[in-house]
């Protein structure tokens, strides 16, 4: 369901946009650190983005990414299934640069299981919340960008830190 709502978002708001030659669009290959507290669960993904001079909206899906650990004589193991997000970034730069600030939209579908003297449970579970973060995309060719952001996030994503590296194809 919220998937469904954060795709809708990312099609009203691309719908309402002045598709024109001189707002291009991007598509590409990321990766995505995602740290809650102790953990750190790496995935890798598709960002897709739509710029403008300063305001630009990215949506990005990333997929896989586990942890393990063991505190107090738990053994705990996570599994990202999927994270989308979609971003609003505003930013301006120079010619070869572009630094923004953002806000966005995200949805973590996980799955855990931990156990302890010989008995071990498992969970399903999706959360979500709003992110808010910097980053700056440098231009490395004729139609390759190269970018890099960082974001916190809040409510149910309250203590989660992402760090995102993508190369995309302007088209």
């Not at 709003?130 to 980053?135: D, I, L, S």
Request: glycine content about 14%.
């Amino acid at each position: 369901m919220v998937k469904s709502k954060i795709f809708l978002f990312f099609l009203l708001c691309v719908g309402t946009m002045n598709l024109n030659a001189e707002s291009p669009h991007s598509f590409g290959i990321g990766g995505l650190n995602t740290s809650v507290d102790s953990q750190d669960l790496s995935s890798g993904g598709l960002v897709y983005e739509y710029k403008t001079d300063n305001v630009a909206l990215e949506a990005s899906v990333y997929f896989g990414g586990s942890a393990t650990d063991a505190v107090d004589g738990i053994n705990l193991a996570v599994d990202i299934d999927s994270v989308v997000s979609t971003k609003l970034k505003y930013g301006s730069g120079g010619e070869k640069s572009y630094f923004y600030g953002f806000i966005g939209y995200t949805s973590i579908s996980l799955n855990a299981v931990g156990c302890a003297f010989g008995t071990c449970a498992a969970a399903s579970d999706t959360t979500d919340g709003f992110e808010a973060g910097v980053g700056l995309d440098l231009d490395v060719g004729e139609n390759w960008i190269l970018g890099g952001k960082f974001s916190t996030g809040f409510n149910d994503l309250d203590e989660t830190d992402f760090f995102a590296l993508d190369i995309r194809y302007r088209f």
